[in-house]
């Protein structure tokens, strides 16, 4: 078992550039999320989605949108790379929305130039 | 408008000795509470959870306490280990209406065990 996993690691972008985070779990979870964590913020509620098919907007979606593939992925994207959204960004996972805690990956560490 | 704070960004203790870690949180709602553990360029993992109904709930040398009517929750760790050095979240739910889906995380404490 993996858990959950995110690629890349580190990402250095231009403004205005886009690019897409991946992230995969093997536990067979029905919830995934993507946090972003800033110094001095904690971890910020980005997007998640309760299963396969929905996606809904977390505390600070503006500037990002997200693509449940399947059960086991789930991708963010950034259309438009803002210096603001340098940051290291999370995605986690739960069985379910009632059941069980959030497991985290390793994160992607982003700075945008 | 910060719902869950941990006013002291950093810790520092002797190995052997108790940590004490504090959360306090403002939103009457929240009704499940997590504290999260944080190695550098790792993932939070998770360590210790309690429900609202409780006040106390232990799991080996960790020991999470809470105090409704201040709204207010610590982590104890006893006896402070040097691998216990990492940064420490506390989190939380409202677990009622929006099960575990949106944690509330606050900005962290980082502890360290001095050998």
């Known amino acids: 078992n993996a858990g959950v996993t995110q690629t890349p690691k580190f990402q250095v972008l231009k403004t205005g550039q886009s690019m897409t985070l991946q992230c995969a779990q093997d536990?067979?979870?029905?919830?995934m999320y993507w946090y972003r964590q800033d110094p001095g913020m904690g971890l910020r509620l980005i997007y998640y989605?309760?299963?396969?098919?929905?996606?809904d907007k977390g505390e600070v979606p503006n500037g990002y949108n997200v693509s449940r593939l399947n059960k086991r992925e789930f991708s963010l994207r950034l259309e438009s790379a803002a210096p603001s959204q340098t940051s290291v960004y999370f995605c986690?996972?739960?069985?379910?929305?009632?059941?069980?805690?959030?497991?985290f990956g390793p994160g992607t560490r982003l700075t945008v130039t | 408008d910060q719902q869950v704070k941990q006013n002291s960004p950093s810790l520092s203790v002797q190995e052997g000795r108790i940590s004490i870690l504090n959360c306090d949180y403002t939103?009457?709602?929240?009704?499940?509470f997590l504290w999260y553990k944080k190695y550098p360029a790792e993932g939070p993992t998770f360590l210790i959870s309690i429900s609202s109904i409780k006040d106390k709930n232990e799991d080996g040398r960790f020991t999470v306490f809470l105090n409704k009517s201040a709204k207010h929750l610590s982590l104890h760790i006893v006896p402070s280990q040097p691998g216990d050095s990492a940064v420490y979240f506390c989190a939380a739910s409202d677990r009622t209406n929006f099960g575990n889906e949106k944690l509330t995380f606050g900005t962290g404490t980082r502890l360290t065990i001095i050998p």
């Open positions: 536990m067979n979870h029905n919830s």
């Open positions: 989605s309760a299963s396969e098919g929905t996606t």
């Open positions: 986690a996972s739960i069985l379910s929305r009632n059941f069980g805690e959030q497991y």
């Open positions: 939103n009457s709602m929240f009704d499940y």
